[in-house]
T-cell receptor, first 116, second 115 residues
Framework: GAVVSQHPSWVICKSGTSVKIECRSL??????MFWYRQFPKQSLMLMAT?????????EQGVEKDKFLINHASLTLSTLTVTSAHPEDSSFYIC????????????FGPGTRLTVT | GDSVTQMEGPVTLSEEAFLTINCTYT??????LFWYVQYPGEGLQLLLK?????DKGSNKGFEATYRKETTSFHLEKGSVQVSDSAVYFC??????????????FGSGTKLNVKP
């Protein structure tokens, strides 16, 4: 149990376009989901906390107008990178905190975004 | 502030060698401690965890003991295999003001195991 999926697993887009990444909890409900960014050979950086039915909470330095987060249901959160630029190329990982185990986070497999 | 420090890599070992990856933490409360493993091109997989002092987490031959007195959670394995080659992340989680735990990750340690 406690599986988190992400789609797509990798995406290539052109500079100036927007791309949406989905994060789903497959077998549990998650009021809270998290979005992380990982640069090559570096650790995970928390970008934002996504709460179902309310606005996301962004970490300091993360542009909320560029990284749009929507948590439309208890099993789905989306991250949209708007007007993407090559410097947005990165590995994006989501995690979900089960409502019945709020101290845990289960991680998705990640999405590799390349902006050309 | 709350943080995790782990030894820098890469760590290169021969197959069947003993592995230790050091991890220490700073936390204002009573954290849960985790080790995650990341294989190339993949996301994080939970390797083991410990939720209170003196607990030992273990999985797939890996072990780590939650040492409150030394604020450490070192990862060990008695005999590594080539398939253990990956990046290992130490992490802690603490309750936040909201109804979830916030995670803090170390910088990761790359392990290379040679046949």
């Amino acid at each position: 149990g406690a599986v988190v999926s992400q789609h797509p697993s990798w995406v290539i887009c052109k500079s100036g376009t927007s791309v949406k990444i989905e994060c789903r909890s497959l077998d549990f409900q998650a009021t809270t989901m998290f979005w992380y960014r990982q640069f090559p050979k570096q650790s995970l950086m928390l970008m934002a906390t996504s709460n179902e039915g309310s606005k996301a909470t962004y970490e300091q330095g993360v542009e909320k107008d560029k990284f749009l987060i929507n948590h439309a249901s208890l099993t789905l959160s989306t991250l949209t990178v708007t007007s993407a630029h090559p410097e947005d190329s990165s590995f994006y990982i989501c995690s979900a905190s089960p409502d019945h185990e709020s101290y845990e986070q289960y991680f998705g497999p990640g999405t590799r975004l390349t902006v050309t | 502030g709350d943080s995790v420090t782990q030894m820098e890599g890469p760590v290169t070992l021969s197959e069947e060698a003993f592995l230790t990856i050091n991890c220490t933490y700073t936390a204002t409360g009573y954290p849960s401690l985790f080790w995650y493993v990341q294989y190339p091109g993949e996301g994080l997989q939970l390797l083991l965890k410990a939720t209170k002092a003196d607990d030992k987490g273990s999985n797939k031959g890996f072990e780590a003991t939650y040492r409150k007195e030394t604020t450490s959670f070192h990862l060990e394995k008695g005999s590594v295999q080539v398939s253990d080659s990956a990046v290992y992340f130490c992490a802690l989680s603490l309750p936040s003001r909201e109804n979830f735990n916030k995670f803090y990750f170390g910088s990761g340690t790359k392990l290379n195991v040679k046949p």
